[in-house]
């Protein structure tokens, strides 16, 4: 049973920094592409960091230069980065994982077919 496991979130002030991390069990995300999503209420999950099974990573527009996705393939664990946070940054934030193991660098939600509990980050300013 695939299993993804969220964890480093918490309340920080504006201009701080996070590690999330994503710890897989069940799976060899390696094999995977992976990915991270946040939403805020009455809002879309936004899809904001993914890293494709060779390493190639795509980060989104809106966090380019202050959020970085990466991987440490013997411990199982997928990491978001994240600098110089503000409040906007303030949501929950998903771990996902494809069943298929393509080499493609996945990014639409659909994509996805492991989730997550969610870990909430919460930036005061």
């Known amino acids: 049973q695939v299993q993804l496991v969220e964890s480093g979130g918490g309340s920080v002030q504006s201009g701080g920094s996070l590690r999330l991390s994503c710890a897989a069990s069940g799976y060899t995300s390696s094999d995977h592409c992976m990915g991270w999503f946040r939403q805020t209420p009455g809002k879309e999950r936004e899809g904001i960091a993914f890293i494709s099974r060779d390493g190639k990573t795509i980060i989104a527009d809106s966090v380019k230069g202050r959020f970085t996705i990466s991987r440490d393939n013997v411990k199982n664990i997928v990491y978001l980065q994240i600098y110089n946070l503000k409040p906007e940054d303030t949501a929950m934030y998903y771990c996902?994982?494809?069943?298929?193991?393509?080499?493609?660098?996945?990014?639409?939600?659909?994509?996805?077919?492991?989730w997550g509990q969610g870990n909430q980050v919460t930036v005061s300013s």
């Open positions: 996902a994982a494809t069943a298929a193991s393509s080499y493609g660098l996945l990014t639409r939600e659909t994509d996805f077919d492991y």
